[in-house]
């Protein structure tokens, strides 16, 4: 049985690796098992057996693009580094990631593929990790004094969900905080599909990567602010 799971386990890896090449090169509505199949030398009907459908296959793509980016992610963070130094830091490896895997990216934060509705127990975990290690990040820098944590109030409709995020990633401080990091969340995701989407125009920035820490300095100097 050993043996056995050993040959399934790089057969479905193959079948990764050959989705993400199909990724890049035929986007996600040209993904076929088919041609997964040729690829790998075996009839359709034998993929079928480790991947039942285009959206199993969607699904083991997204897990593997969303553990990857957030395993760059979480060795830039360090251990030894300020919060702002981790989230600077943070910030850069998924734009380098993202630079490095614009198909990926644009799976994760592009538009939706159309039918296909991603499982959440599945994907909900590997696709938060990014999300907690920020707030985590952030926790640190309200612990040393350095995040402001004001009182103030929210619109009553999101009360409970900050709350709920405060709960579920620990974070030690009011909705204010909360929504700060939603800010933080966005500007990220945002920053870097504007390069990788091309939005900026091909002409007008000539230093992406100056434009981009910029905007990560900027986005620490909001966290500080009251």
């Known amino acids: ?63 593997d693009a969303y553990t990857d980016l957030a395993d760059s992610v979480e060795a830039a963070r360090g251990a030894t580094q300020s919060w702002d130094q981790q989230l600077a830091a943070m910030a850069g490896a998924a734009r380098r990631w993202a630079r490095a895997e614009p198909a990926s990216w644009a799976l994760l934060y592009g538009s939706p593929v159309p039918g296909y509705h991603a499982p959440q127990e599945k994907t909900v975990g590997p696709g938060t990790r990014v999300v907690g290690m920020l707030f985590a990040t952030v926790s640190a820098g309200v612990a040393a004094g350095e995040v402001p944590d ?49 939005q900026y125009g091909a002409d007008t920035f000539g230093d992406p990567a100056a434009v981009f820490d910029t905007q990560t300095a900027l986005m620490i100097d909001f966290l500080r602010q009251n």
């Open 1 to 63: 049985m050993g043996k056995r799971q050993e040959s399934r386990d790089r057969i479905e890896r193959r079948i990764v690796e050959l989705g993400r090449r199909a990724l890049a090169t035929e986007g996600a509505g040209g993904l076929s098992l088919r041609a997964i199949a040729r690829e790998l030398g075996m009839v359709s009907s034998a993929v079928y057996r480790y991947v039942r459908n285009r959206d199993e296959l969607l699904t083991l793509l997204l897990v």
């Open 150 to 198: 004001p009182p103030g109030a929210v619109a009553q409709a999101l009360t409970a969900d900050l709350a709920a995020l405060r709960a579920e990633y620990d974070l030690p401080a009011g909705d204010i905080a909360a929504a700060k990091c939603l800010v933080v969340w966005s500007t990220l995701i945002g920053a870097i599909s504007l390069e990788v989407f091309g």
